[in-house]
């Protein structure tokens, strides 16, 4: 499937040291054929695959980043914007005016059972919906759609099936007025194919009741189908979304990538399967991940970013943490800095402090520093190392002799001792453990 193609065509790349134009160019070819076996849309596949390399050319590799995880971010980008990079809500008349919510699509595209997945948001937002039995040419059309009603607990306006769609939708919108409903669905007829007679009827209901919103309903498995559907609906009536339905049987995606860059319109709702509270708000970001088969990308790229060691840093929290406790394990942790290389290298594999230059550290003054550190320190009995709280002033008196420096010397270091460990107490969290950051590039 399409994710799977793709991380393959970005294990390659990720292996390259240098992103030439040519493998920029060669990686697309393979992006742009596993779009295409996605059913996603010729003429959308080939603008895509011209901004991703427009972009992927001209644009510097990031900081932290390899080229390969570049073009994943960049392929992901343009695949939210393709999708409209936001939510759309359906758009609800305020207070007590009837929004009148008309469903259109194809035989078995999900109508009926999304007219009562709808019912059930509305609800929760504190909605009164009336759900309408428009379909009156499929046997069984209207059971169906009071038995859905039933379980949302959700009132169904139905006239039988001798009457005319145009009219029962102006009834019950006229029964909505008088019993207090704030929202119509109409659950309208489809045809296997788009017919004439059925977009004149969709075309009369809209002329007759004020629609608020037309929703398109359309199958997800059926690919670029779904896409021509909503472009042929959306020429006919004008639709103002789209519902994606069966998403959850659809490994290929292409139908949500290409409709809204196809129809100008965005998608309001996902099915994700039969039962009546599988709708989900549709995220362009979500889905991208979705496609890309990769969950987990945001925070792949933002780990590249920060370019740490993860390795590093946990070794390095285990000597922080453990400095927390005596002198002695200063001592050693000192030690262990120094074959670190040094107080700015350490410095650079902090979190959030990676690839900072750190000018201000003069290593020479810093290494004298620490070995006076050390001197003192060594002066120090066994006892006093593990539990600096015995240093009274005539140890500190004592341990100031032995070290050749002066008492204020051994008071300072003590000092700075118990103010290193308060705040190694605090440190633990914000070193190498999850990064709360949440950006969206
Ligand atoms: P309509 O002819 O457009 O009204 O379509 P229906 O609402 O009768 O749905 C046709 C079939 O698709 C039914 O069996 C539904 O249960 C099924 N269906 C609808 N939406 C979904 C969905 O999101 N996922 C799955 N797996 N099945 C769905
Ligand atoms: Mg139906």
Do not use: W
């Not at 390659?12 to 990686?27: F, I, M």
């Not at 792949?300 to 370019?307: L, N």
């Not at 070995?371 to 140890?395: A, K, Q, V």
Request: hydrophobic share 40%; with cysteine.
């Amino acid at each position: 499937n399409l994710s799977e193609k793709l991380q393959n065509v970005f294990k390659n790349l990720r292996s390259k040291g240098r992103l030439t134009e040519d493998d920029v160019k060669s990686a697309l070819k393979e992006v742009k054929l596993a779009l295409l076996e996605a059913d996603v849309n010729f003429k959308v596949v080939k603008q895509f695959i011209k901004t991703v390399q427009e972009r992927a050319i001209g644009q510097d590799v990031m900081n932290g980043l390899n080229p390969g995880q570049m073009v994943i971010k960049i392929v992901n980008e343009e695949m939210i914007a393709l999708m409209g990079s936001e939510t759309t809500e359906i758009a609800l008349k305020s207070g007590n005016e009837i929004t009148v919510i008309m469903m259109a699509g194809l035989q078995g595209a999900g109508k009926t059972t999304t007219t009562a997945k709808i019912a059930g948001k509305l609800k929760q937002k504190g909605r009164n919906p009336l759900l309408t039995a428009c379909d009156v040419y499929r046997p069984a059309a209207i059971e169906q759609l009071k038995i859905n009603g039933e379980k949302q607990g959700v009132e169904v306006f139905s006239m039988g099936d001798k009457n005319k769609p145009v009219d029962i939708a102006k009834a019950a919108v006229e029964h909505a007025q008088k019993n207090g409903f704030n929202v119509v669905i109409l659950d309208t007829a489809g045809r296997l194919h788009v017919d004439e007679e059925m977009m004149d009827e969709l075309v009369a209901i809209k002329n007759a009741v004020d629609v608020t919103q037309t929703i398109l309903v359309v199958d997800a498995m059926t690919g670029q189908d779904a896409v021509n559907v909503a472009g042929m609906f959306d020429e006919k009536i004008g639709i103002d979304g789209v519902i994606l339905t069966k998403l959850d049987g659809d490994t290929r995606g292409g139908a949500a990538l290409s409709i809204r860059a196809v129809t100008g319109k965005p998608i309001l709702y996902i099915g994700m399967g039969e039962k009546l509270s599988d709708l989900e708000q549709f995220y362009p970001d979500r889905m991208a991940s979705r496609i890309l088969g990769m969950g987990d990308v945001l925070t792949m790229i933002e780990k590249a970013q920060e370019a740490i060691d993860e390795e590093e840093a946990k070794k390095l929290e285990q000597k922080m943490k453990k400095a927390e406790f005596d002198f002695e394990d200063y001592l050693s942790s000192m030690s262990q800095m120094k074959k670190m290389g040094g107080l700015s290298s350490i410095m650079s594999m902090m979190p959030g402090m990676g690839g900072m230059k750190m000018p201000d550290i003069d290593e020479a003054e810093a290494e004298k520093g620490m070995r006076r550190t050390e001197s003192i320190i060594y002066s120090m009995t066994l006892e006093e190392r593990r539990n600096p709280s015995l240093l009274n002033p005539s140890r500190k008196r004592r341990i100031a002799n032995g070290a050749g420096v002066d008492i204020a010397e051994v008071n300072r270091l003590v000092k700075q001792f118990e103010q290193a460990r308060k705040m190694m107490k605090q440190l633990p969290g914000m070193m190498g453990g999850k990064r709360g950051r949440k950006g969206r590039f």
